[in-house]
């Protein structure tokens, strides 16, 4: 098979001329932020590193490493590397109080960007024929701009879906002759459930490709979306602080993701100790962005659970490949694509009057995530009155579907009804086995 790159140069340069120009780039990025991010340079300053100390990407080690934390300490602008009026937008994870990052863009920043999910697009087959269908959410969430631009860059015709509306993403689908599609896994295998029960046959959607990604799915689901929809099945990753998706990105060869490392610099660190494993281990996956100019994050730690591997692949790119996230670090939970915390649930409660006994309960029917909160009545709120339960019920899902921007179905349980724990309280019962 041929193969086509987007910015066949930088995908398939030899290594070590990469290391030279990731070097070039980080001496330069590590100056940029400390001559304009006064949070960063503090923490430069009581490790006592100086710019001067980062001679190339083999010193990194040498500097400090960012967490969540640190972008909540620094919300909204304390890590903003560039004057307001050269940022022209701004994406946002879900979630609100606290847990919000807010990632800002230069033009720049924009563009290499979408290069990033250019390059995915292309290794999925992609080209100026091809008609794109992009049914990640639009708006804060970093999908649907992401992959938008990318196959603006590519030439394709773009479908500006954003999610939901089934009916209507079938119909443009076929309508339009989409080729590509770019959304949820969880998204992707529903539209296929409801293209079978519509007595559509893999043959006869038009697609040829999928690009996935954004929450964890297994090899199986992979293989169940591609026998559905006829596709072959891409995955890619991103996160909301180094830019959004397409940091690294699948290609024909659909054995874990290249990451685009000329922009985004991977380490693997053991996640209690923060020492730099070798490739081939398992441990928290850390990038540096090299080119950012906006909110350029240095050593961020993203909590989820990788290995990196430099095996040759046959595609010929010699970006390293991350495997699937394996899990996570922290207790972030991602349904149906949005980013939960059980702490967000507990803020929810406490505002609302209820104590934090609670349990959350997900999984998956016909693909999709099922979202459930049981919580308990306070004596004094207890009830058995049915019509005034649903109402409780309706009003707390309603206050987490503000917090959290997707509608938990709550179920208020009677006073001391869940289960105690003497350790760690099971706040969160996952019976989705994704990994
Ligand atoms: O999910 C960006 C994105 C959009 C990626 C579209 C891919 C496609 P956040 O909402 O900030 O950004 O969530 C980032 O999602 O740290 C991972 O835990 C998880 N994640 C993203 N992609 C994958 C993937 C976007 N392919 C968090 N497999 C990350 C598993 C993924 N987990």
Redesign the pocket.
Known sequence: MTQNYYQAELETMAVDERKKLQSEKIVKQVKHVYDNVEYYRKLMDEKGVKPEDIKGIDDLYKLPFLSKADLRDAYPYGLLAKPMNECVRIHS??GTTGRR?VAFYTQNDVDLWEDCCARAIVAAGGTEEDVCQVA?GYGL???GA??HGGSHKVGCLTLPMSSGNTDRQIQFMNDLGASIICC?PSYAAYIGETLKEQGYKPEDIPLKAGI??????TEEMRRGIEATLGIKAY???????TS??GVAFECCEQTG?HVNEDHFYPEIINPDTGEVLPEGEKGELVFTALDKEAFPLLRYR???ICVLSRKKCSCGRTLIKMA??MG?TDD?L?IR?V?VFPSQIETVLLNEGYQPNYQIVVGRVNNTDTFDVNVEMNPEQFTDKVSDVLKMEKSLAGAMKTMLGINPTVHLVAPKSIARSEGKAVRVIDNRKLI
Not at 235 to 241: A, N, S, V
């Open positions: 994870t879900s990052v990640y969430f970093t999908g992401g992959l949820t996935f990604g954004a929450e964890p799915w995955d890619i990753y991103g996160l909301t602080e959004g998706p993701m993203t909590r989820d699937k996230p996570r972030m991602i694509g980013n």
